[in-house]
């Protein structure tokens, strides 16, 4: 925020020099401002994707907007929050209407939230402003009828949810006749799922020596997506217990084998996951 004061020499005394910095520091201590690299992971300003700026509610510390921006400087969401932690970005608490934008500045996404649940209709446009998509949310979860559409504006599917189940579902061609139901996102699945996952890490974790020495345990979150082939890409410590074992925890998961892909829209895509790993030494 720039702001330009003219200063009459006529009235310019000790009192309207006070009022002058007082006026300054207020601008200058009403923002605060984080940087993110790619995975939205707080880092050093040289290695940001995105910053935010916090712009705090007038006599209060701890509520206002937040603004994120690409690195470049195009807007990239705007939201309302009524708590904001300067030392845990993530414990803030969103109320109010958050909007995201494509870097034209075109809307991407608007919806309203209520003590951190998406509450109302979610709209989602194409970068020419069409409409999308649009979802009924009552306290996060799906409660109503959701509508896709085409870029045309013709209607691609409908769904019927009930406190977050799927109640009925047509899907609809470009001229409008109906065809078989198929689901519009579909999660990448591991070999032989879950159980396989598991097995993979009990098989290929190795125990950090210098934890074995110190009697160390611990728990790893690592996150990496799942690209359109299946290829497990960009894994990186989303939250660690102890760094001793973040090391092994991105090898193992870098040697995953690939995955069945997920979609979206009936069309391969990359999708964004994030698996524990328990290091528990075994008791005799």
Known sequence: M???????????????LVLLFLIIAKISFAQDTLFFDKHWELSEKSNAEYYRI????????????????????????????????KTNFKNDTSNGT?????KNGNKESEVNFINNKENGLKTFWFENQKIKIIKS???????GENIYYY????????????????????????????????????????????????????KNVKYPIEALIKKVEGR?????????????????????????????SLRVVSQMPNWKPGKNDNKPCNVKFTVPINFKMLKF
Not at 2 to 16: A, G, P, V
């Open 2 to 16: 720039k702001l330009k004061i003219s200063i009459n020499s006529n009235y310019f005394n000790k009192n309207n």
């Open 54 to 85: 916090y712009t705090f509610d007038n006599n209060k510390k701890n509520s206002g907007l937040a603004r994120d921006y690409n690195i470049t400087g195009e807007l990239q969401m705007i939201g309302k929050l009524s708590f904001i932690d």
């Open 98 to 102: 958050f909007t995201w934008y494509y």
């Open 137 to 143: 949310y009552i306290n996060g979860s799906l409660d």
């Open 151 to 202: 870029p045309s504006g013709k209607i691609k599917r409908k769904e019927i949810y009930s406190n977050n189940t799927r109640k009925t579902g047509i899907c609809y061609d470009e001229l409008g006749e109906e065809i078989p139901f198929f689901e519009y996102e579909i999660i990448p699945e591991f070999p032989k799922g879950m159980k396989g996952l598991f097995k993979y890490f009990r």
């Open 220 to 248: 790893v979150f690592v996150s990496f997506i799942v690209d359109s082939t299946g290829k497990v890409t960009d894994p990186f410590i989303y939250k660690s217990s102890n760094e001793i074992f973040n090391k092994e």
